[in-house]
């Protein structure tokens, strides 16, 4: 349940993994540090997802029903451009996913993609854990 939730909230999907993990960390039935890895592992693959959407963005942008606008796309990747790979540092927040989307359409290395993705996501579920078990406040 924790994998699925993770994994699709990484999407573009509406879904929040939040809820699931600390109400699992809450149970204390499962170690912590299994929790992490599974939600990590799940928040991962669900951006690679995104990655991969974006690497065929040039072959459907020019399409009526394709919701990003040529000049969005144009603005998104000049920003990546200029601010680099380490806005995949980012993945985590918010707009995370616009970012990892962002990062297949320009072609990122998918080995430096993971390895910044994955980072970022664990150390949101470490400091999830961490606020959920009050040792942050």
């Known amino acids: 349940m924790l994998f699925a939730a993770a994994f699709g909230a990484a999407t573009l999907l509406p879904l929040q993994s939040e809820i699931v993990f600390a109400a699992l960390q809450l149970q204390g039935e499962t170690p912590v540090g299994w929790l992490i890895v599974v939600a990590s592992l799940g928040n991962t693959l669900g951006a690679l997802v995104n990655y991969a959407l974006g690497r065929q963005v040039d072959r459907f942008s020019s399409r009526r029903w394709f919701p990003v606008k040529p000049q969005q796309m144009a603005r998104a990747q ?4 200029r601010w680099g790979v380490w806005t995949l540092l980012l993945s985590w927040a918010p707009l995370g996913d616009a ?5 297949g359409a320009m072609r990122t290395p998918v080995w ?26």
């Open 78 to 81: 000049a920003w990546f451009a």
């Open 99 to 103: 970012v990892t989307l962002v990062a």
């Open 112 to 137: 430096l993609f993971l390895l910044l993705v994955a980072i970022a996501k664990t150390l949101r579920y470490i400091a999830l854990a961490a606020l959920t078990a009050g040792l942050l406040a």
